[in-house]
């Protein structure tokens, strides 16, 4: 059976032995990561002690590099796995004009967000990324 996360993290913008961060091909959402730990486990309970803070510091340094780099309204953070039982959090950078703002992005649509808006969001990409391998390999 191929997991969908895997296969995602053959591409990642950073990965160690532990975990991966991607960035997620969504075009409504410039920025959306994902850091999905690499061992097949469901819960966060499933893993040692250390290796959850070692996810949880992960998240972190991601959501320091989103609110630094692509300066969203907030910041929603989400680990569900329903349909893919592979530990990962969804690391989401929101803003007022996002298609479903102020609603979950997993919801209908409530507007189109104006594509030049957009596209000066993922023209910050290679900066996110950037930033994101920065804060991996130094932590704070």
Known sequence: MTCEL???AVEPVWRN?????ILVDDTAYPGFCRVIWNDHVKEMTDLAPSD?????????????????????????????????????????????DDA??????????????????????????????ADIVRRMEKPA
Do not use: Q
């Open 6 to 8: 895997c296969e995602l």
């Open 17 to 21: 032995d532990k975990l991966s961060v």
């Open 100 to 129: 479903h703002f102020p609603n979950p992005v997993w919801t209908v649509a409530v507007r189109a967000t104006d594509e030049s808006t957009l596209a000066e969001r993922r023209a910050r990409l290679p900066k996110l990324a």
């Open 52 to 96: 959850r803070l070692v996810l949880t510091d992960a998240v972190w340094h991601v959501e320091l590099a989103l609110r630094d780099v692509m300066k969203p309204d907030k910041i929603n953070v989400a680990s569900l796995g329903n349909m893919t039982p592979h530990l990962h959090w969804h690391v989401i950078p929101r803003y007022a």
